[in-house]
């Protein structure tokens, strides 16, 4: 794999990624969305519609005041779609999901064209861009070295070197070539992942259906990935608070721009003695081996997801010169957090399965309402 550590030419990618934005906003049509039932819809005294829902593996949370024109059950109506959106978008582009498009990109064989939607298109030409951009500490072609590892944490016991090896020749963002409706895979062994930043894609194509439809006042998570629009009525912003270490807190008043939490201090795992965590180091393709919790503002949830993603693969110093130099982009927090004792993990695995957070990759966030 080739380094993501050298010098890159930031001002090119920042003008490729505008230019891809541009490009590819407003292409398709309105694709018909599935029938969602959300888990929850609330309405508040003050007009506020929540409607939470499960999607990708998590819980999708939509809050929204009714835009001009509507009631609380337009509104409601609304939400429900903005949640149908999500899961349209998880059918194209889920790795877990063997029906969608995506996962027959990588049943596919290498060498071969294969043609792909304009939504996949969309999404993964996103994606090489945010690689592209990171210098692979961003890397949506990791989809063997996360299979393997995930094989390796569940047995407690890291995988051989000629494992390891195999996998990670089968990754690299530059092996996968894109255009024209046409996706082809230069090696043999390629599965493409989009979890890195998937959930944030998700939040920003709900973000312009809603105000599409003339909802532009809402604030939407994905328990580590969040997203708002303009202020609720008569406040300044939505309010959110995030980690910065050592039990501290900080609480922003957001609007029109996305944050994204990424961390792996809550999902360590030890193996042989030594503390590994979820989240992948491409180079190595094993799970990073500190505690290390990373917090982006950004004005696109998909950029938000995917820089904090790389934030916690890149060393700080290399992290903020990258993100200073893009418009928009602020690092919130950056902190390493040892590991959590056991009792704590337990805790959190019994609030997953009371439904109270869906598998995080960042435990910084809390809203505030």
Same mark, same amino acid.
């Given at each position: %794999?080739?380094?993501?550590?050298?010098?890159?030419?930031?001002?090119?990618?920042?003008?490729?990624?505008?230019?891809?934005?541009?490009?590819?906003?407003?292409?398709?049509?309105?694709?018909?969305?599935?029938?969602?039932?959300?888990?929850?819809? /609330?309405?508040?005294?003050?007009?506020?519609?929540?409607?939470?829902?499960?999607?990708?593996?998590?819980?999708?949370?939509?809050? /929204?005041?009714?835009?001009?024109?509507?009631?609380?059950?337009?509104?409601?109506? #609304?939400?429900?779609?903005?949640?149908? =959106?999500?899961?349209?978008?998880?059918?194209?582009?889920?790795?877990?999901?063997?029906?969608?498009?995506?996962?027959?990109?990588?049943?596919?064989?290498? &060498?071969?064209?294969?043609?792909?939607?304009?939504?996949?298109?969309?999404?993964?030409?996103?994606?090489?861009?945010?690689?592209?951009?990171?210098?692979?500490?961003?890397?949506?072609?990791?989809?063997?070295?996360?299979?393997?590892?995930?094989?390796?944490?569940?047995?407690?016991?890291?995988?051989?070197?000629?494992?390891?090896?195999?996998?990670?020749?089968?990754?690299?963002?530059?092996?996968?070539?894109?255009?024209?409706?046409?996706?082809?895979?230069?090696?043999?062994? %390629?599965?493409?992942?989009?979890?890195?930043?998937?959930?944030?894609?998700?939040?920003?194509? %709900?973000?312009? %259906?809603?105000?599409?439809?003339?909802?532009?006042?809402?604030?939407?998570?994905?328990?580590?990935?969040?997203?708002?629009?303009?202020?609720?009525?008569?406040?300044?912003?939505?309010?959110?608070?995030?980690?910065?270490?050592? &039990?501290?807190?900080?609480?922003?008043?957001?609007?029109?721009?996305?944050?994204?939490?990424?961390?792996?201090?809550?999902?360590?795992?030890? #193996?042989?003695?030594?503390?590994?965590?979820?989240?992948?180091?491409?180079?190595?393709?094993?799970?990073?081996?500190?505690?290390?919790?990373?917090?982006?503002?950004?004005?696109?949830?998909?950029?938000?997801?995917?820089?904090?993603?790389?934030?916690?693969?890149?060393?700080?110093?290399?992290?903020?010169?990258?993100?200073?130099?893009?418009?928009?982009?602020?690092?919130?927090?950056?902190?390493?957090?040892?590991? =959590?004792?056991?009792?704590?993990?337990?805790?959190?695995?019994?609030?997953?399965?009371?439904?109270?957070?869906?598998?995080?990759?960042?435990?910084?966030?809390?809203?505030?309402?």
């Amino acid at each position: %794999m080739s380094s993501f550590f050298r010098q890159a030419a930031f001002p090119a990618c920042c003008a490729c990624l505008l230019s891809v934005a541009g490009a590819i906003r407003g292409q398709e049509g309105e694709a018909e969305l599935p029938s969602v039932e959300p888990l929850s819809c /609330a309405h508040s005294p003050d007009g506020k519609v929540t409607v939470r829902g499960a999607v990708m593996g998590t819980v999708f949370t939509v809050r /929204a005041y009714p835009g001009s024109g509507m009631d609380a059950e337009d509104a409601e109506k #609304i939400c429900r779609e903005a949640l149908a =959106c999500a899961v349209h978008w998880e059918k194209v582009m889920s790795a877990m999901d063997a029906e969608s498009e995506l996962a027959r990109l990588n049943a596919a064989e290498y &060498g071969i064209s294969v043609p792909v939607s304009p939504e996949l298109e969309r999404v993964l030409l996103l994606a090489l861009n945010y690689a592209r951009l990171t210098n692979g500490a961003f890397d949506p072609t990791l989809g063997p070295c996360i299979r393997l590892w995930k094989k390796s944490r569940r047995l407690g016991i890291l995988p051989s070197d000629e494992e390891r090896e195999g996998a990670l020749r089968a990754c690299g963002w530059e092996k996968l070539s894109v255009r024209k409706g046409l996706a082809v895979k230069s090696v043999p062994g %390629m599965r493409v992942d989009l979890g890195g930043m998937g959930k944030g894609f998700a939040l920003d194509r %709900m973000a312009e %259906m809603l105000k599409t439809r003339g909802v532009c006042s809402f604030f939407m998570d994905s328990t580590s990935d969040v997203l708002a629009g303009a202020p609720p009525p008569g406040e300044p912003g939505w309010r959110l608070r995030v980690d910065t270490g050592n &039990g501290q807190g900080e609480v922003l008043l957001l609007s029109h721009a996305a944050v994204s939490t990424s961390g792996s201090a809550h999902q360590m795992v030890k #193996i042989g003695g030594k503390s590994y965590s979820h989240v992948l180091d491409p180079r190595s393709g094993l799970g990073v081996t500190e505690g290390r919790q990373v917090s982006v503002r950004a004005l696109s949830a998909a950029l938000a997801d995917a820089l904090a993603t790389a934030g916690c693969v890149m060393c700080e110093e290399n992290f903020r010169s990258l993100t200073g130099k893009l418009p928009g982009v602020s690092v919130l927090s950056f902190f390493q957090d040892p590991p =959590c004792s056991v009792v704590e993990m337990q805790k959190q695995d019994v609030l997953r399965k009371e439904g109270g957070m869906g598998p995080m990759k960042g435990m910084a966030k809390q809203l505030r309402f």
